[in-house]
């Protein structure tokens, strides 16, 4: 079946750091990749997505580029700021059926 | 605004109780979703809807219920079978073929706490 693995947090890091989180998949064929953002006290919301290989997803100062070859979804941004303090969790959806498989969540905290 | 609404937002039963979360939407979508999210293990569907008066098991399903009546509502009913309940649960809702998007739109969770 479809499994997402991200690394595990917390992630700690000082503003304006570069930060990288780890997400591998595992599907049939071509699946679409997701990232989604859970801030405090809220519910998820879709960060930025790449529906097929070599496309790069940006939001918000983030990106992620789809690789088939190494089956990942890695999430990157530049400088991150206070205000990125959240949980970060990698999807897919592959196939009929409307669903999406989440991986652990990593939880990344910025300090000022 | 549009969005989905989930009740209440604390909620705490006795061992044996069943209860019941709310969970509204008006964006008009067609599908509706329940995840459980425990800490470090993600989110887990429960149960899922494509239309109004059908819905399918996710991949937790044992101990839950789920009712479609209407469109814009999706209650879910935590029984006493349901062995470990406490945790947050959240409520998702999306467009009928949401493959290509992959935009599942949330509540704000219900947290839920057996005594």
């Known amino acids: 079946g479809n499994s997402v693995t991200q690394m595990e947090g917390p992630v700690t890091l000082s503003e304006e750091a570069f930060l990288t989180i780890n997400c591998t998949y595992t599907?049939?064929?071509?699946?679409?990749l997701f990232w989604y953002v859970q801030y405090p006290g809220e519910g998820l919301q879709l960060l930025l997505k790449?529906?097929?290989?070599?496309d790069k997803g940006s939001n918000k100062g983030f990106e992620a580029t789809y690789r088939k070859e190494t089956t990942s979804f890695h999430l990157e941004k530049g400088s991150v700021q206070v205000s990125d303090s959240a949980v970060y969790f990698c999807?897919?959806?592959?196939?009929?059926?409307?669903?999406?498989?989440f991986g652990g969540g990593t939880r990344v905290l910025v300090k000022p | 605004d549009g969005g989905i609404t989930q009740s209440p937002k604390y909620l705490f039963r006795k061992e044996g109780q069943n209860v019941t979360l709310s969970c509204e939407q008006n964006?008009?979508?067609?599908?509706m979703y329940w995840y459980r999210q425990d800490p470090g293990q993600g989110l887990r569907l429960i149960y899922y809807?494509?239309?109004?008066?059908?819905?399918q098991k996710g991949d937790i399903a044992e101990g839950y219920s789920v009712s479609r009546e209407k469109k814009e509502s999706f209650p879910l009913t935590v029984t006493s079978a349901q062995k470990n309940p406490t945790a947050f649960y959240l409520c998702?809702?999306?467009?009928?073929?949401?493959?290509?998007?992959?935009?599942?739109?949330f509540g704000e969770g219900s947290r839920l706490t057996v005594l």
């Open positions: 964006l008009n979508h067609d599908a």
């Open positions: 999807a897919l959806t592959r196939g009929a059926g409307n669903k999406l498989t």
């Open positions: 998702a809702s999306s467009i009928a073929e949401f493959a290509n998007t992959g935009e599942l739109f």
């Open positions: 809807s494509q239309i109004v008066n059908d819905f």
């Open positions: 599907a049939t064929g071509y699946p679409s």
């Open positions: 790449a529906t097929k290989a070599d």
